[in-house]
Structure formats: C-alpha cells, structure tokens
T-cell receptor, first 115, second 111 residues
Framework: GAVVSQHPSWVICKSGTSVKIECRSL??????MFWYRQFPKQSLMLMAT?????????EQGVEKDKFLINHASLTLSTLTVTSAHPEDSSFYIC???????????FGSGTRLTVV | KQEVTQIPAALSVPEGENLVLNCSFT??????LQWFRQDPGKGLTSLLL?????REQTSGRLNASLDKSSGRSTLYIAASQPGDSATYLC??????????FGTGTRLQVFP
C-alpha cells in the first residue's frame, strides 16, 4: 500500500506563534516528500521538496526561514510555520512518491488558521 | 516553463451522463501523469496513474488516456453519479522530483 498520514488536520494559532505539521509515510519509506499549499478554490502550489538527511529544496518565492522543513527519517517530514501571521492561513498538504503503481500519495491536509 | 492546464474549469451535469475532462501540458518529456480527486476541505485521492510508457489506464467507471506527442490527457467518467461531484486535478511530473498541478475541474453531478 501507500498511505500518508498528516497531523494535525486543523489548527488555530495566535499570530506570532509557531506551528508544526507532521507528515508520515505509514507503509513505505520515502526519501523525498513534498509540501504544498492551497488557497481557497485554487490548485496546489509546491512549496518545497523535503529530502531525508539533507536540506529541503524550496520553490522560488517561498521563505525558507518561515517554513522550516525537517526530514530526519525515512518516514517522517515536518513543516514548521514560524512566527505565523494571518496571511499564512491556508491548507497545507504533504505527499510522498513511491515508484511503481502508486505514484504520488497525499496526506489529508492541514487547515491552518492564524488569528 | 512547464505548465498544466485543465478545461473546463467547472462542469455541471445530470446524473447518468458520460463525461470527458481535459488536461494539457507544455512539455512532452513527462515522467508520469496522475489524476486526483479532491472533496471540499479534504486531501487528494489518487484515481489513476499513467506512466510515460503507457497510453491509458482504467479503474471502474474511470478511464484516463495519455498522448505525449500532443501534450494531452483525458479523464473519461462513465455513467456519472452524484457521488462523483468533486474537484478533479490533473498533475504531471516532468521528472521524478516535482509534481505540477493543473487548475482543476469542479464537477457537479445532480440527481
């Protein structure tokens, strides 16, 4: 199988605080995971590629100091939104790629609301 | 620039109709193409994966085709049902590292 678990599913935080989102591959190892952001009624925009044991690769325009990514094991990647502001409110989704029939598998997403 | 486009942006049909959703991409050198379904406020559910060496994939009432030379893929939904209502996303990986998403097609099937 190919299951990706993402937690929490939703979180509300105060402006200025940090929030950590976890993404786990449950039944396979993922050397690479991906973090996406989705605004209402829009498609997914790739934020960064998370590489196990090395630094993440960020897409143009994504602040790496604001969106900290850690991929310390083959089954876990975390995204930390630091010093969150209301404009960071969005839907964040992670995914992992598995060669073969599964392709990319996505987590269930995290709805972040910064108040 | 590698881009993925989907048409139509929205579609509303009565139950029972056969549907075709279109996806086009700008670079024929793709690794694979994947169709997803997204329900409101939810994550993505993979529907069909077509690898670059394949021309189509089928799962139940769904059939997806791939024509690399013309940069197009279609998702065919047979005998649509209200439960098919969702946003359908086409995504292309031009290499093994990145998945580029289309703009999506919002489908509503009414009884």
């Amino acid at each position: 199988g190919a299951v990706v678990s993402q937690h929490p599913s939703w979180v509300i935080c105060k402006s200025g605080t940090s929030v950590k989102i976890e993404c786990r591959s449950l039944d396979f190892q993922a050397t690479t995971m991906f973090w996406y952001r989705q605004f209402p009624k829009q498609s997914l925009m790739l934020m960064a590629t998370s590489n196990e044991g090395s630094k993440a690769t960020y897409e143009q325009g994504v602040e790496k100091d604001k969106f900290l990514i850690n991929h310390a094991s083959l089954t876990l990647s975390t995204l930390t939104v630091t010093s969150a502001h209301p404009e960071d409110s969005s839907f964040y989704i992670c995914s992992a790629f598995q060669t073969g029939i599964y392709g990319y598998t996505f987590g269930s997403g995290t709805r972040l609301t910064v108040v | 620039k590698q881009e993925v486009t989907q048409i139509p942006a929205a579609l509303s049909v009565p139950e029972g109709e056969n549907l075709v959703l279109n996806c086009s991409f700008t670079d024929s050198a793709i690794y694979n193409l994947q169709w997803f379904r997204q329900d409101p406020g939810k994550g993505l559910t993979s529907l069909l994966l077509i690898q670059s060496s394949q021309r189509e994939q089928t799962s139940g009432r769904l059939n997806a085709s791939l024509d690399k030379s013309s940069g197009r893929s279609t998702l065919y939904i047979a005998a649509s049902q209200p439960g098919d209502s969702a946003t359908y996303l086409c995504a292309v990986s031009f290499n093994t590292d990145k998945l580029i998403f289309g703009t999506g097609t919002r489908l509503q099937v009414f009884p």
